[in-house]
């Protein structure tokens, strides 16, 4: 690493190599699916404050319209993806587990869906501050999986200078491509989302950092920088997790986010490609988050590909569309395969920060022997943890509830569960489920 | 259409595949051709010698598992290596007997009461190997030389002794290994003879190459952690140099160092061994030049010829200090973090 990074390609250290499993949809243009009947919109699908119900029982709303406002600077809006009828108020299921509040909406099947409720408007006079506002009213938050709202991460405390916007373009989730496409057929909007973060976060630079199995994408993106962009695109190793922000920062600029903090004290601040493309679409055009893409892939989809839906889509809409051939006790995972959560419910709807629901027949899944063996130390986990923790370690001391040690003396919090020890681990010991529950206990502990 | 049952899991929902048996299994792989060779060297003696080592240390681990109640852990392959890593150290003459009861050692008291696989602090080959350098001093020291005319047809005298007695030498079968050479007489072996293995030694430590090829074999695999044997023949050779370089007519030169007696099936199979060496990279390296160091120390200056078995228990008893020290610095602590 280092010195001999022009050899290996610029990269974190550690890491894994999953197979990428990609083929299936890279090449495929993105489509639209049909409006599914009924929408679920939950009313936290943001890490923050949930949004505030601003409709009632049976009120008409048309397609763009705000159905939720933004709770305190904490929050944002959620915006009515379709033209409908609001049907109620209710506790739906999650992706997370536990039914949280969510707007259902009933679709007007004879309506065009055309978005009625945007005003397009010159940014070019906007001030840092309004350009936040104006971020956070289009109800956007990173599109990557973390959900954060994308104007706190522009809202750097006072004291702190950003100067690079770090662009995240490196999905080294398998099966994932919502990105890769994005980037490829919407490279405009991503330059121009680009621009403008530039602009609300202060920086001086963009760096966009793409993997290297992604050509297509660091081409296409490549061709609409300017001459006087100070943007530039930057190719990186496919590994896992390159795609976690501290990696990337670590990969593209050399600094560390100091332990449990965030980016902006080292001076970046990271963005979803995709987030970047929707922020480069919505703020010119006035409008709010609707929809976004996901990758729906996996053996136990007939149709893989790349579909543009509508927030709030229920999965099971979603699987009726692409042809499901998996078996009775298929794994739905949403999200990439490494780091997804199965979900309980195919009520469970497409939330805007949901990349994909991948397939995995019960055979595939359960291809892994399930014994459980006693660690036998190879070190294997060491080696992968991109974090430089150490799982073994971790995992001996979670057998023995010596949670507490695992924080005080080995870094437990600075795990962020990306599951590179488990995916090596010969003896099959699920370390990130055991570093889950610690985590868990510890956090009950301390309240 | 859509699934009735929903499987709950947690992530990873993909696994690299390897498991515990894989890289056992590959280990004993990696053993058979040393094995076949001094079968070949030394006939049905060493066949017999690898035999009863390991079926008694599988059937000493079913026991103990059968005795603490622990599910059967036969099929993992682990008492199998233990086993034939045990006859590869012991003269090819060994008496059967005492390689028996040197083997129910090894697994008892070096695997089986720390809590077996995984939680073993040393060797469990070496403990057995310790045993009998202890228990059978005459019978542990007689070597024979290869390529006897009717090895394949006649066992060696020792082989068949009566359990609980000590047979004596035969001198028409016994030759003094390179390094009790080197020690006692002040003779030093052909540096060639030395590593395609021509020479007198143990069962399995005899050729260096076949050894090397068999060790780079798991390496390429990925199953043995390269960094250890590297340290342990970078330990060996830089000690046994700056020896050679004070006083060359009196200690032998580096190379013979590394390629007599047990050092490289020590370095490739026995200090290799996961469970009983440190984690991190830096405490690999740390370990392998302890053992390489404390193996030339051993011999130079200790009453026996060999030392390796020694060293690498000592640097199997370091470990968990080692692992205490040394440990990976988490990303954003700017530190190297020792408590």
Not at chain 1, 97 to 115: F, N, W, Y
Not at chain 1, 178 to 203: N, Y
Not at chain 2, 253 to 278: E, H, I, K, Q, R
Not at chain 2, 298 to 316: D, Q, T, W
Request: hydrophobic share 45%.
């Amino acid at each position: 690493m280092g010195m001999l990074s022009f050899l290996t390609g610029r990269t974190f250290p550690r890491g894994v190599h999953p197979p990428g499993l990609k083929e299936a949809t890279r090449d495929q243009a993105i489509r639209r699916l049909p409006f599914a009947p009924r929408l679920v919109l939950p009313l936290a699908q943001h890490f923050g404050k949930p949004s505030r119900p601003v409709v009632k029982r049976h009120q008409e709303v048309v397609r763009g319209q705000v159905i939720a406002e933004a709770d305190g600077f904490q929050s944002v809006p959620l915006h009515a993806p379709v033209t409908g009828v609001v049907e109620g108020i209710e506790l739906m299921p999650t992706a997370r587990g536990p039914k949280t509040e969510a707007i259902l909406l009933r679709t007007l099947p004879g309506d065009s869906q055309a978005v009625r409720w945007s005003s397009p408007r010159d940014l070019s006079g906007l001030s840092r501050e309004e350009l936040i506002r104006a971020i956070q009213a289009a109800g956007l938050v990173g599109q990557g999986g973390a959900a954060f709202p994308t104007h706190l991460k522009y809202a750097v405390p006072e004291g702190h200078g950003v100067d690079t916007l770090v662009v995240n373009g490196c999905e080294c989730e398998p099966y994932l491509t919502t990105d890769h496409r994005i980037m490829v057929e919407q490279a405009q909007e991503v330059l121009a989302g680009i621009r403008l973060a530039l602009r609300a976060v202060g920086a001086d630079q963009a760096l966009i950092g793409v993997e290297d199995d992604k050509p297509d994408a660091i081409a296409a993106l490549q061709a609409q920088i300017g001459p006087d962009d100070p943007i530039a695109v930057r190719k990186v190793k496919a590994k896992y997790p390159q795609g976690s922000e501290k990696m990337l920062i670590k990969a593209l600029l050399k600094r560390e986010v100091p332990s449990g903090g965030l980016p902006f004290q080292v001076g970046v601040v990271v963005n979803n490609a995709g987030t970047m493309a929707q922020l480069g679409r919505l703020l010119p055009l006035g409008e709010g988050l609707i929809e976004r893409v996901i990758t729906v892939a996996g053996p136990g989809v007939e149709r893989p590909g790349n579909y543009r839906v509508p927030v709030g889509t229920p999965l099971r809409y979603l699987l009726e569309h692409v042809g499901f051939r998996g078996d009775d006790a298929s794994h739905l995972i949403l999200g990439g395969p490494m780091m997804g959560n199965t979900v309980s419910s195919l009520d469970v709807p497409v939330t805007k920060a949901v990349s994909g629901l991948v397939v995995l027949p019960q055979a595939q899944a359960d291809a892994a022997p399930e014994t459980i063996h006693p660690c036998i130390r190879c070190g294997r986990c060491v080696e992968a943890c991109p974090v430089g923790l150490n799982p073994a370690e971790l995992g001996r001391l979670a057998a023995k509830r010596r949670y507490e040690t695992m924080q005080e003396r080995f870094h437990l919090s600075d795990c962020f569960e990306c599951g590179s020890c488990a995916y090596v681990c010969p003896a099959n010991i699920p370390l990130v489920q055991y570093f889950r529950i610690a985590k868990a206990l510890n956090r009950e502990r301390l309240s | 259409m859509t699934p009735l049952q929903i499987e709950l899991k947690t992530s990873p929902h993909v696994k690299q595949g390897g498991s515990v048996q894989q890289i056992m299994r590959n280990v004993v792989l990696a053993l058979l051709p040393i094995c076949g060779f001094s079968v070949y060297h030394f006939g049905i003696s060493a066949l017999a010698l690898m035999l009863v080592t390991t079926l008694t240390c599988v059937a000493t681990e079913q026991l103990f598992n059968r005795l603490s109640r622990r599910p059967a852990t036969v099929s993992d392959y682990s008492a199998v290596i233990t086993g034939l890593l045990l006859a590869l150290t012991l003269p090819p003459a060994f008496p059967l007997w005492m390689a028996a009861l040197s083997g129910f050692i090894g697994i008892a008291l070096g695997k089986s009461l720390f809590g077996g696989l995984g939680f073993n602090l040393f060797n469990p080959a070496l403990i057995g190997r310790a045993f009998a350098q202890g228990a059978f001093p005459s019978a542990v020291s007689t070597w024979t030389l290869p390529g006897h005319p009717e090895r394949f047809t006649e066992f060696l005298p020792s082989t068949l002794a009566v359990p609980f007695t000590t047979p004596a030498p035969v001198d028409a079968y016994t030759a003094a290994t390179p390094l009790g050479m080197w020690k006692f007489q002040g003779e030093h072996a052909e540096t060639w003879d030395l590593f395609t293995g021509m020479v007198a030694g143990s069962a399995g430590e005899t050729s260096a190459l076949l050894i090397l090829v068999c060790g780079l074999y798991l390496i390429a695999r990925r199953m043995m952690n390269w960094r250890i044997p590297a340290a342990v023949l970078g330990g060996a050779f830089v000690t046994a140099g700056a020896f050679y370089l004070l006083d060359p007519g009196h200690y032998p030169t580096p190379w013979f160092v590394l390629l007599s007696g047990g050092l490289m099936l020590g370095a490739f199979f026995m200090a290799s061994d996961m469970v009983a060496s440190p984690m991190t990279r830096s405490g690999l390296w740390l370990y392998g030049a302890l053992i390489g160091f404390l193996t030339v120390i051993i011999r130079f200056f200790g009453g026996l010829p060999e030392g390796v078995m020694y060293a690498i228990l000592l640097g199997n008893a370091a470990s968990p200090l080692i692992d205490r020290f040394i440990q990976p610095r988490p990303y954003g602590t700017g530190k190297r973090r020792a408590s």
